[in-house]
């Protein structure tokens, strides 16, 4: 009898993938699917024996291994459930995922290894008031929220972490570092992560950051003026907070930062020059630290006086003649108004850089007060939610960070304002970004302005704001939207165009696009224990038991499961397959069997049929994989290996031999 595939019981497994990687560079320090640290050593001519004791520079706390070994941990049981509390679901390419953001960021590592291209987090400070996920502990229906710390609807333990706990630092350090280890994986190559943090630990965040990503791809220590005057009741008291910024590879990845409208206003072209507006600058070079030359130290000989200029304090032009005179002849040179002043050139903005270069000191940014006051335009109460960001600060981390297609993720996303600001830079610039938004459903103690409001859990908020600024941000465009229109036809009836928008297009002009093109959706997920029967049983131990009345639902899947949720949970087990893909029934008297992302057919009809197999083969385009119940095909052994060569053979005809990526499989 063949071994047909199953679906496979881990959603990822970083450790083989890293020694396969090893493999590839040292294959004599892999040994029938072990590493060999002793040679692997000598492969990196390390020959020198290191005695137990020797110290190293390097980041350490107790419980630092247990932390290491956290990020390998497989999500056992685990999958995303799709949940009817989202938006524009059938349409939108964004995600909410509320969960624990360490079962979260493992349960995407599958689907979306090196796709996001930035991260932000503004993870807890450890001011001694926070919570900290501790990883370890889950709650008794006996213990009170006062004894522990604060619970999760999921029965999760969040644990207050005092500063008097002898573990005060280490427990934040456990927190953070499997975390940043997975998001590491998340990052594409051009990747970039922000993370938010104060003096409390930035350093040790720092020294974290160094090691799970590379000293060398630290890019900056931005400090962010978050406040306009300091506390009173304090000495000393803090305006900043920082973020900190690391790249996966290179500083390629970190856009310039835009101009602004008073930047590009500098330059004009009161001469009507071919190459467009430009503005005034200076002609001579720097000299300090013996870089001047006497070759470049000449007289500038004016064309419309003959008067001759020499540069300034004994310095030097940065050009040589040759180039001097090209400049003039090309009316690239600039004599003043009257054309009898000194030379300055004629620097244009075809020529500069697309954008500026961005400071490490942010006091152009918003206030934090700015981050209240969004929450009274969307909520009606500013205090709904401690300390949120505000938008606006994001949105800059954003255009540093990311470009018009772009992935963004948050894994401590709070009240959302990371989605808020993705959905706000798309109206300015255009832009396509999509976010992927994970919080832990905490509950809201019931003295809390949320509680009164009817807010169950922080995620109630980041979804509500999600859905509530979208609204806002689109009734916005849509206005602006109608303006342009209505601007546009009284200057088509007069036979002109409005010169404002002459150099500009749909996609560019915020006044122009297209509000129905703006994706203020998302689609909300859960995690939650997987939905298969067999693999609750094998992943985590535990005996199923049934009645001989059972039905082969209840036998196949768990209580309360729904189609939706198989199929999300297969898409789960994929390797780099957009969970924001579209459902769809391709064969009409075939009600439970759907085709995900018009690529993976799944059926989960309870009992299998020769005219069911026939109208699967039909399908065009061919499916990139097949999915089956094993308990479908019944004893029908042959019907079963039938189906399983059969629809092998045509993914092998229409895709090629591309590997266990393109095949049956059977639940």
Known sequence: MPDYP???????????????????????????????????????????????????????WVGKQAAKKEAFKQPLGKTLAFKDDGKNSETTQNLYIEGDNLEALKLLRQNYYGEVKMIYIDPPYNTGKDFVYTDKFTARADESEEQEGAITSEGKRLMKNEKTSNRFHARWLDMMYPRLRLAKDLLNEEGIIFISIDDGEITNLRALCDEVFGEDKFAAQIIWKKRNTPPNDRVIGAQHDYILVYVKNSLSGIRLRPRSVEQIDRYKNPDNHPKGPWAAGDLTGNVKGGRYSAALYFPIVNP????????????????????????????????????????????????????????????????????????????????????????????????????????????????STTAHAVMQLNTEDGGKRRHIMVQLPEVCDSS?????????????????????????????????HADWKKKQALESKKGGKLDLEDDLTEETNPYVINPDSLDIGFKSFRIEDTKINWLKKDLRGEQLEFSDTTTQDALDFVPGYTDTDVVYELMLRQSNIPLTGTITQPIAAAKRTYLYADAYLICLEEKITQKIV??????????????????????????????????????????????????????
């Open 6 to 60: 199953r679906v496979p019981q881990q959603i990822s497994d970083p450790i083989s993938e890293n020694l396969a990687k090893l493999a590839e560079l040292f294959p004599a320090a892999v040994k029938d699917g072990a590493l060999d640290v002793e040679t692997l050593r000598a492969e990196l001519g390390d020959f020198e024996e290191i005695k137990p004791g020797d110290e190293t520079y390097e980041l350490n």
């Open 614 to 667: 026939e109208s699967l083969a039909a399908i065009e385009p061919t499916p990139n994989k097949y999915f089956f119940r094993d308990s479908a095909f019944g004893t029908d052994i042959a019907l079963k290996d039938e189906t399983f060569r059969r629809l092998k053979a045509e993914i092998h005809k229409h895709h090629g031999d591309l590997g266990a990526a393109y095949t049956v499989e059977f639940i």
């Open 304 to 415: 419309n006086t003959g008067k001759e200029f020499f540069p300034a304090n004994n310095g030097n032009w940065r050009f040589n003649a040759n180039k001097i005179k090209t400049l003039i002849a090309n009316d690239e040179i600039y004599f003043g108004k009257d054309g009898t002043s000194a030379p300055k050139l004629k620097r244009f903005l075809a020529d500069v850089k697309e954008g500026a270069t961005w400071t490490s000191l942010w006091d152009f940014a918003p206030f934090n007060t700015d981050g209240s006051n969004e929450m009274q335009e969307i909520f009606g109460n500013s205090v709904l939610f401690e300390s949120p960001k505000p938008s606006g600060l994001i949105k800059l981390i954003c255009q540093a960070g990311s470009g018009p297609n772009d992935l963004v993720l948050d894994f401590f996303a709070g009240s």
């Open 448 to 480: 809390t302005e949320a509680s009164k409001a009817g807010y169950k859990t922080i995620a109630e908020i980041g979804k509500e704001r999600i859905r509530r600024a979208g609204d806002k941000i689109k009734e916005s465009l849509q206005e602006k």
